[in-house]
């Protein structure tokens, strides 16, 4: 099993910033890539990045040059750096993690990200 618990959500005014975290804990031998994912109301959970164990990164087109996903392999969290932030940024932000060697998915419980106009 594995958990994940993020932190970092809150309210921020547009143009500001925000750092997300997500830690991992649990019996697992790798991670073997970390996620970010958002869900606004009344919408469908989409990817916002990802981070493969070597580095590899993808983001969703929106948030190409404003937010950076990082990861600490040796603390088994991934952070999202999240700036110039727009109010369709606001959304709750889930953590994901791809682990073993069949890939199996686990989530975090989600944190709120408010970015008022």
């Known amino acids: 099993q594995v958990q994940l618990v993020e932190a970092g959500g809150g309210l921020v005014q547009a143009g500001g910033s925000l750092r997300l975290s997500c830690a991992a804990s649990g019996s697992f031998v790798t991670i073997n890539a970390m996620g970010w994912y958002r869900q606004a109301p009344g919408k469908q959970r989409e990817l916002v990045a990802t981070?493969?164990?070597?580095?590899?990164?993808n983001y969703v087109y929106s948030v190409k040059g404003r937010f950076t996903i990082s990861r600490n392999n040796a603390k088994n969290t991934a952070y999202l750096q999240m700036n110039s932030l727009k109010p369709e940024d606001t959304a709750v932000y889930y953590c994901?993690?791809?682990?073993?060697?069949?890939?199996?998915?686990?989530w975090g419980q989600g944190t709120q990200v408010t970015v008022s106009s």
């Open positions: 981070i493969t164990g070597g580095g590899n990164t």
């Open positions: 994901n993690a791809v682990v073993g060697t069949f890939d199996y998915d686990y």
